[in-house]
């Protein structure tokens, strides 16, 4: 059966009698969306940090076409830590429309090890993505009014830095003009729109800790500079903050649904893991860690960028203390990082995969020796896989001193993972490991972006032409003390995507910094970076479609 076929044949339970069955939460606690969805309402004040669970963190190779599976992985892996005998729940980004209508057809999980009702997930779900949009456009729509009706902040209409969002990939959106008409339609400048989730507003969203603490990060957001001094103009200056607060105030409670197995999996925030974070809500990983002994969570792309940024951002700002990473690799990718190209991935290739490992040894070695935390490779099982690679790959991996595990859970739901359960729940109770920061505070930002490029990268160096350092040196004054956000290709260690394995000695070309003063982090672009995406000659649209009977199908 496809994936959407298996999310409707499941034995769904309604949701409010499940948090209370299994956590013991009260339907107080709890706004439904219809039976399979709710809402956990937090508290006003921020939850506590000195928190009981252990934080399981599922990251990955570097990204191949041929696909890794982290968040099948993250899903396989809490229904087995619940069959073991673990109470455990799995925290999720949100999927974007952007892709589910473009490459992925859908970013719920896959085969038996999936959140369900996936087709709300992957669609509308609780409306939170459509509530973060009309913030932000809001605040768009603010700036312009403001300079339309006199400009008493003096905005440089050349310099608004706040574009428009929209949770679609649309490429003839990236740069359009506005105010076109006349006078009364406003003034006419170039303006642009970017995807929902490249949005600060997003980022803010699942860095913000309670609801005051929300309607002060979006205060802080510099959505221009004025003519002549240049100084930064916030959203607080436009006293748009308190009604973009009011859009978001329910979207803040994050989402709970379950998986195919019937445990419970929050779903909330879905920054880009390029330009933000990629990670789910700190509100939402806080609260699971409040009720669970175990929670299982991800961060987007590779260990390079996902692993680096949920540790030096999402752990630093929310005192999160991981427990361990767990990496997932499959044979097809690694044999892509050797070399091979798609249409031979199938084929046994023992000299292919031996190459491609590098990319395997690399993030395993950036994961403990840089980052300072224990790690378990999951070797995510694909029916072409044969023994003589699959028995390579482990006695490869168990040669670097970290345990390995060929899960099933594709196929299998827990049951297919309960090996990798066991095997996680084991590292962590054998050794406790504390994360390290790749830099402190108090490093400049040229020094910050030096360790990530030579640390995780391992670039020779960095470069930036005289304008970039000027900012660099501009945005050290107030904001010298934030952590950094490197966005880059995510195909490869390097900015060249093409450069499989792990290519080492290169240098990383900063192209633009900027500053999300909000969200509390730089944004370092290095490489071709689109914040918004276009869709593919043939986008996953084209198969999406509904029956008479109202069935969806066509997401996967």
């Known amino acids: 059966m496809s994936d959407i076929e298996i999310a409707y044949a499941a034995k769904k339970k309604p949701i409010i009698e499940l948090c209370e069955d299994l956590f013991g939460i009260s339907k107080e606690r709890l706004e439904p969306y219809g039976r399979h969805k709710a809402k956990y309402v937090i508290d006003e004040e921020p939850l506590k940090s000195d928190l009981e669970g252990n934080l399981i963190l599922v990251s990955a190779i570097s990204p191949t076409p041929a696909g890794e599976g982290k968040t099948t992985t993250t899903v396989g892996l809490g229904d087995a830590l619940n069959r073991i005998g673990k109470k455990t729940i799995i925290c999720l980004r949100e999927p974007s429309l952007g892709p589910c209508f473009g490459i992925k057809g859908g970013a719920a999980g896959g085969g038996y090890a999936q959140v369900v009702p996936m087709e709300d997930i992957n669609l509308h779900f609780t409306g939170d993505f459509h509530a973060i949009t009309a913030a932000h456009n809001l605040l768009a729509a603010m700036i312009d009014n403001h300079i339309h009706h006199g400009n008493a902040l003096d905005i440089d209409?050349?310099?608004?830095?706040?574009?428009?969002?929209?949770?679609?990939?649309?490429?003839?959106?990236?740069?359009?003009?506005?105010?076109?008409?006349?006078?009364?339609?406003?003034?006419?400048?170039?303006?642009?729109?970017d995807i929902t989730v490249a949005s600060e507003v997003m980022a803010i969203f699942c860095l913000a800790e309670s609801i005051a603490d929300l309607k002060n990060r979006?205060?802080?957001?510099?959505?221009?500079?004025?003519?002549g001094k240049k100084r930064p103009v916030l959203a607080s200056e436009l006293n748009a903050h308190g009604a973009m607060t009011a859009l978001l105030k329910d979207a803040l409670n994050p989402n709970i649904v379950q998986t195919l197995e019937n445990n419970l999996a929050f779903i909330h925030g879905g920054p880009f893991a390029n330009i933000a974070h990629g990670c789910n809500s700190i509100i939402a990983t806080k609260t699971a860690l409040g009720l669970a002994d175990y929670v299982v969570t991800e961060a987007g792309f590779g260990a390079d960028l996902g692993a680096e940024k949920f540790v030096d951002i999402k752990c630093r700002i929310g005192k999160l203390k991981p427990a361990i990473v767990v990496l997932v690799a499959t044979i097809r990718a690694l044999k892509y990082h050797g070399g091979l190209e798609i249409k031979d991935l199938a084929q046994e290739n023992l000299s292919a995969l031996e190459k491609g490992f590098v990319n395997l040894e690399r993030h395993i070695d950036n994961v403990k020796n840089k980052l300072g935390l224990n790690c378990v490779v999951a070797i995510n099982h694909f029916s072409a896989d044969s023994e003589a690679e699959i028995n390579l790959l482990k006695d490869k991996v168990l040669s670097m001193g970290v345990e390995v595990s060929v899960a099933h859970h594709w196929a299998d739901g827990g049951l297919g993972a309960e090996d990798l359960a066991t095997k996680v729940v084991e590292s962590i109770a054998s050794s406790s490991s504390k994360h390290r920061y790749l830099y402190t505070d108090d490093v400049p930002i040229w020094g910050k972006i030096e360790a990530v490029a030579k640390n995780i990268y391992r670039a020779s160096g960095i470069t930036a032409d005289r304008k970039v350092r000027d900012k660099i040196e501009a945005l050290q004054k107030d904001h010298g003390q934030m952590p950094i956000c490197i966005a880059k290709t995510q195909m490869s260690f390097s900015t060249d995507p093409t450069l499989r394995g792990a290519p080492s000695g290169h240098v990383l070309d900063v192209r633009e910094v900027k500053v999300a003063a909000g969200a509390g982090f730089i944004v370092v672009i290095a490489g071709n970076i689109m914040t918004m995406p276009g869709l593919p000659k043939i986008p996953s649209a084209e198969r999406i479609d509904v029956s008479g009977n109202g069935k969806i199908s066509g997401l996967f």
Do not use: P
């Open 157 to 193: 209409s050349r310099a608004i830095v706040h574009k428009r969002v929209l949770d679609m990939n649309d490429r003839s959106l990236r740069s359009v003009v506005v105010g076109m008409g006349g006078t009364a339609n406003g003034f006419l400048r170039e303006d642009g729109f």
């Open 218 to 227: 979006l205060g802080k957001i510099i959505v221009a500079y004025t003519k």
